[in-house]
T-cell receptor
């Protein structure tokens, strides 16, 4: 069966520090991968999605970036965090078929001090 | 463009009450529709889905019917429990692209 792993679960970082969140999927090949951010009390904001290795689409211009160095690995990064980067970050995967749902990781709670 | 509109929350109910959370969508063609649930501090879990008109998705006592004539996918449950307290998201998927989510509806059930 397919599983998705996301870490760390919780992270506290100072303003201006770098960021690296990792997401890996097991049990499937060539998944579509997604990064979302959920601010406190708000809905989901799609940040990046990827349909293959090295293929990244950005939905919102910001100081975050994403990379997909391997088929089932998706990394969210920042060189210098801002206070506004605080939130709950969710990774998700799906197949490319339209009737298939996205499957989410457990999320990373990021707090910027 | 495609969009999903959910009723504003929070929705506050007593245990065993009937639940309806409205969801309407705008899309060309025939999208697939989903309901997700998010419990406090957790990621999103798929609750149910429907892939074509008149399909009814159901799971854990929740139901939603894909109504193309009204472009709706309302979530219902006949008798809610305290454990159903969570945030519920309606979403659509078209042509294998990223899901489009509604803003979420918070449900709070008291005993």
């Amino acid at each position: 069966s397919q599983t998705i792993h996301q870490w760390p679960a919780t992270l506290v970082q100072p303003v201006g520090s770098p960021l690296s969140l990792e997401c890996t999927v097991e049990g499937t090949s060539n998944p579509n991968l997604y990064w979302y951010r959920q601010a406190a009390g708000r809905g989901l904001q799609l940040l990046f999605y990827s349909v293959g290795i090295g293929q990244i689409s950005s939905e919102v211009p910001q100081n975050l970036s994403a990379s997909r160095p391997q088929d089932r690995q998706f990394i969210l990064s920042s060189k210098k965090l801002l206070l506004s980067d605080s939130g709950f970050y969710l990774c998700a995967w799906t197949t490319s078929y339209r009737d298939q749902p996205q499957h989410f990781g457990d999320g990373t709670r990021l707090s910027i001090l | 463009g495609n969009s999903v509109t959910q009723m504003e929350g929070p929705v506050t109910l007593s245990e065993e009450a009937f639940l309806t959370i409205n969801c309407t969508y705008t899309a060309t063609g025939y999208p697939s529709l989903f309901w997700y649930v998010q419990y406090p501090g957790e990621g999103l879990q798929l609750l149910l889905k429907a892939t074509k008109a008149d399909d009814k998705g159901s799971n854990k006592g929740f139901e939603a019917t894909y109504r193309k004539e009204t472009t709706s996918f309302h979530l219902e449950k006949g008798s809610v429990q305290v454990s159903d307290s969570a945030v519920y998201f309606c979403a659509l998927n078209q042509a294998g692209t990223a899901l489009i989510f509604g803003k979420g509806t918070t449900l709070s059930v008291s005993s």
